[in-house]
């Protein structure tokens, strides 16, 4: 699978298709991470930690629901519609520019964990799990703490996106971002 960076800047390329598998709970991810979630969660499990996928893959159409209804709840409240898309796409990607659309990106919390996710997730031990090991099976926490300003994302403890162990561990080991990541890349490239 070639590693492809997808953000803001970044759509999905044109011609993307993920072949889809069912990771069950009623969600999919493309076939190498669905494979390697479900690795993972088997793994976490045999150590005593129950992880649940909460959100994967997610048509564009989905993700436009999403975006527009995070816009109105901003617009609401007296905020322009520019700004509150503004707002609104740091926390929810633009329909086409997300992970989860390309079947690439999983929110996963406790089997436990109730009401909306937030960065209290970084408290549990589903979380110092993943933080270990998620590597190990391809995965990456996408939107670490402190490095807002490069990803141009909150801090999400909950957002993984599968790269592929080779570049997961590279990623993990340097501590880098997937933009990092993917610049120190084409740099050495050249």
């Known amino acids: 699978m070639k590693l492809i960076l997808i953000n803001k800047d970044n759509?999905?390329?044109?011609n993307y298709c993920p072949n889809l598998m069912d990771i069950g709970g009623g969600y999919s991810l493309?076939?190498?991470?669905?494979?390697?979630?479900k690795a993972?969660?088997?793994?976490?499990?045999?150590?005593?930690?129950?992880?649940?996928?909460?959100?994967?893959?997610?048509?564009?159409?989905?993700?436009?629901g999403l975006f527009d209804e995070s816009?109105?709840?901003?617009m609401f409240r007296g905020i322009s519609y520019e700004?509150?898309?503004?707002?609104?796409?740091?926390?929810?990607?633009?329909?086409?520019?997300?992970?989860?659309?390309?079947?690439?990106?999983a929110d996963i919390s406790s089997m436990d964990w109730q009401g909306d996710i937030s960065e209290e997730f970084e408290n549990t031990p589903e979380f110092a799990w993943l933080q270990k090991n998620a590597h190990r099976f391809g995965y990456i926490l996408r939107y670490p703490?402190?490095?807002?300003?490069?990803?141009?994302?909150?801090?999400?403890?909950?957002?993984?996106r599968y790269v592929g162990t080779k570049h997961a561990g590279c990623i993990n080991r340097?501590?880098?971002?997937l933009e990092?990541?993917?610049q120190m890349h084409r740099a050495c490239s050249c």
């Open 11 to 14: 759509p999905i390329p044109e």
């Open 30 to 37: 493309e076939k190498n991470a669905a494979l390697s979630m």
């Open 40 to 64: 993972m969660i088997c793994a976490a499990a045999s150590e005593g930690i129950c992880l649940r996928v909460f959100s994967a893959y997610r048509s564009i159409a989905y993700q436009k």
């Open 71 to 74: 816009t109105d709840k901003y």
């Open 83 to 105: 700004k509150a898309a503004e707002l609104t796409a740091q926390s929810i990607a633009v329909p086409g520019y997300s992970e989860h659309n390309a079947g690439l990106a």
């Open 145 to 160: 703490k402190g490095k807002e300003h490069i990803t141009g994302i909150i801090y999400e403890p909950w957002h993984y």
């Open 174 to 177: 340097l501590g880098l971002t």
């Open 180 to 182: 990092e990541y993917m």
